[in-house]
């Protein structure tokens, strides 16, 4: 396991990520640099992180580094540093290629990862590539790592991160609906949040497909089906495809939006 993780991009996703490893119980240290004050003294009160004046400090007192600038920040905040050879950079920046990190870092070892906020919880599906054995090791302390074959396979998997929001969208009409239909605003989120954790579960435990599950819930005449008809006509899953592929375009770098 690491021992010591450098931080370069103190911002929201190294939080939850930091805060996951620290509920996990791992007791490593965690190295930020000063680049911006107010979240680094953020960073050293929440997880006992220690602050360096720079970037070039992280990466000499650390031995892997988790990278989570913005996209548009990843030159500024990599050009010019030294990395001993293969030092272990964990990235974790959408649509930033390895030949592009590679560039920047020419003798780190790059692993790409793409964690999500319920890391703080420990429950991070978390897609990597490449096979990292120390990586895997940390992604699991902070969920699950789900290694992808091919930089392509891991850009595909990487739109899942994007999808997780609009879950909250979809939760967010189901609570309102269930509401009109004269729930409490507490029991509508209970029962919406719940029923969802339970469809998640059932289709992780099932080898079956989520439209087998559906097929045998939804009989002819009953309440599934009558829904479902609804659903279809108004070809409602036709949308989430859609943005899914438009997230798709985006982190393949083919798309103008
Ligand atoms: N947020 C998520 O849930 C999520 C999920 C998956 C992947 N990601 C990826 O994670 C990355 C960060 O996203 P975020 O939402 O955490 O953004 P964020 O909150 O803006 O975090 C970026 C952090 O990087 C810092 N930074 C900028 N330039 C730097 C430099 N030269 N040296 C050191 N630190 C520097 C920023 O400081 P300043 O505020 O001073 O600029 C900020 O604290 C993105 O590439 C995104 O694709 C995010």
Same mark, same amino acid.
């Given at each position: 396991?690491?021992?010591?993780?450098?931080?370069?991009?103190? !911002?929201?996703?190294?939080?939850?990520?930091?805060? !996951?490893?620290?509920? +996990?119980?791992?007791?490593?240290?965690? $190295?930020? +640099?000063?680049?911006?004050?107010?979240?680094?003294?953020?960073?050293?009160?929440?997880?006992?992180?220690?602050?360096?004046?720079?970037?070039?400090?992280?990466?000499?007192?650390?031995?892997?580094?988790?990278?989570?600038?913005?996209?548009?920040?990843?030159e500024a905040a990599l050009a010019g540093l030294n990395w001993r050879d293969g030092q272990l950079m964990i990235s974790a920046m959408a649509g930033v290629k390895i030949a592009v990190l590679q560039e920047l870092a020419p003798a780190a070892t790059i692993v790409r990862t793409m964690p999500i906020s319920s890391s703080a919880l420990l429950a991070s599906p978390?897609?990597?590539?490449?096979?990292?054995?120390?990586?895997?090791?940390?992604?699991?302390?902070?969920? $699950?790592?789900?290694?992808?074959? +091919?930089?392509?396979?891991? #850009?595909?998997?990487?739109?899942? !991160?994007?999808?997780?929001?609009?879950?909250?969208?979809?939760?967010?009409?189901?609570?309102?609906?269930?509401?009109?239909?004269?729930?409490?605003?507490?029991?509508?989120?209970?029962?919406? $949040?719940?029923?969802?954790?339970?469809?998640?579960?059932?289709?992780?435990?099932?080898?079956?497909?989520?439209? #087998?599950?559906?097929?045998?819930?939804?009989?002819? !005449?009953? $309440?599934?089906?009558?829904?479902?008809?609804?659903?279809? #006509? #108004?070809?409602?899953?036709?949308?989430?495809?859609?943005?899914?592929?438009?997230?798709?375009?985006?982190?393949?770098?083919?798309?103008?939006?």
């Amino acid at each position: 396991m690491i021992k010591k993780l450098g931080i370069i991009g103190a !911002g929201h996703l190294s939080g939850f990520v930091c805060e !996951g490893l620290r509920k +996990s119980g791992w007791s490593g240290k965690l $190295v930020v +640099s000063s680049h911006n004050p107010e979240k680094s003294r953020a960073f050293r009160s929440r997880f006992k992180a220690e602050i360096v004046q720079v970037n070039q400090q992280v990466i000499d007192v650390s031995d892997a580094i988790f990278v989570a600038v913005r996209p548009a920040q990843v030159e500024a905040a990599l050009a010019g540093l030294n990395w001993r050879d293969g030092q272990l950079m964990i990235s974790a920046m959408a649509g930033v290629k390895i030949a592009v990190l590679q560039e920047l870092a020419p003798a780190a070892t790059i692993v790409r990862t793409m964690p999500i906020s319920s890391s703080a919880l420990l429950a991070s599906p978390t897609s990597y590539f490449p096979e990292h054995a120390t990586v895997y090791q940390l992604l699991s302390q902070i969920g $699950v790592g789900i290694l992808m074959q +091919s930089e392509e396979e891991f #850009e595909a998997a990487s739109t899942n !991160g994007a999808a997780y929001g609009w879950y909250f969208a979809l939760i967010d009409e189901m609570v309102q609906a269930n509401q009109r239909a004269g729930l409490s605003k507490e029991q509508a989120k209970k029962v919406t $949040v719940e029923t969802l954790a339970s469809a998640a579960k059932v289709a992780l435990a099932s080898e079956r497909s989520g439209g #087998e599950i559906l097929r045998s819930l939804a009989t002819p !005449g009953g $309440v599934t089906a009558l829904g479902l008809k609804v659903l279809e #006509e #108004e070809k409602a899953m036709l949308p989430w495809s859609k943005a899914f592929h438009a997230v798709t375009m985006r982190l393949k770098g083919e798309s103008s939006q």
